[in-house]
């Protein structure tokens, strides 16, 4: 369950803007951080829809959960009828499935009446644009078949004619999620000698990683705001410990392995000609994700970050992610 909201982001039940809000791909880690996370007084405004199988977890539930066909326009706008506010969380997977939905949700929605719309995105969609500072008037540059569903999605959202927020979200990690699942396969089997070549060259490089907490907290105050800016990029970047060495260094604590602290990181020269050897723009040595718009949200995540960051690395001590990782080298 995510932790409780800080007192500044809970939203008692009479200042919460609308009526219901529905959930839509809300059984993935992400989605399920929102639903427990919810603040408590207000849950009965809360709607599920589950357009695959229901989650166990979602078994035994008081929230108002239902089951839609999400290529069905019909069931879509009878699912979403009374609803003021949509939470989009639907995951492209790279076949255009995405964008097929996301027609039918289009027309049910203007059937349905909701005035507003929350999207959820990635910072994937920047691909390989090589500008240093990227926000979120940069011009998107895809360069997958993920990132490219992705921004056909938003484009689609875009389009209708209701209150829309684009959120492009980072590396997402916390409890259910795979992101920094590699470094950490890596930090558990490959030997010390690389190790230190990884930190040597890539130390300082950003790895753009927002907390569950972080994103749960910016979609929770999207539902409530007067005036939601039309497009926001959340990630956790103004935090100094969003890096690679900083996560590495918490890997190798918590699985034993030698410490490489001591080795010295290369310039990020260094860096920049690698990934030039790579086809890809230097800039990425040294990329940041400006964050306008989040404001006390983004503050928080940034100061939490490492905190956070820590519990959540100290679960793969704990098995709680051990089976997918396998054991330390000697």
Known sequence: MAEPLPPVM??????????????????????????????????????????????????????????????????????????????????????????????????????????????????????????????????ATPISAYADEHLAAERLAEKRPLATTILRLGAVFGPGGRNLQAIANEVATAPAWRLAARRSLNGSRRLHLVSLETVVQTVIQLANADAPPPRLIVTDDAAPENNFATVQDLLIRTFRRPDVSGVPVLPRIVLRAALALRGQPGALAHRRFSEPGLGLVGRAGAERFFERLGHYVGTFADGAQGDRLGHPAG
């Open 10 to 139: 809970q939203f008692p039940a009479r200042a919460l803007k609308g009526g219901t809000v529905a959930i839509l791909g809300g059984t993935g880690f992400v989605g399920r951080a929102l639903i427990d996370g919810w603040p408590v007084t207000d849950r009965h405004r809360l709607r599920v829809l589950i357009h695959r199988s229901r989650p166990d977890w979602l078994k035994v539930s008081d929230f108002d959960v239902r089951a839609v066909d999400a290529a069905s326009v019909t069931e879509l706008a009878r699912a979403f009828d009374g609803a003021t506010t949509l939470i989009d969380l639907l995951r492209p997977i790279g076949d255009g499935s995405r964008l097929a939905v996301a027609e039918c949700v289009g027309k049910a929605l203007a059937e349905a009446g909701v005035r507003r719309v929350i999207h959820a995105s990635s910072i994937d969609v920047y691909g390989n644009n090589p500008a240093p500072i990227i926000d979120p008037e940069t011009p």
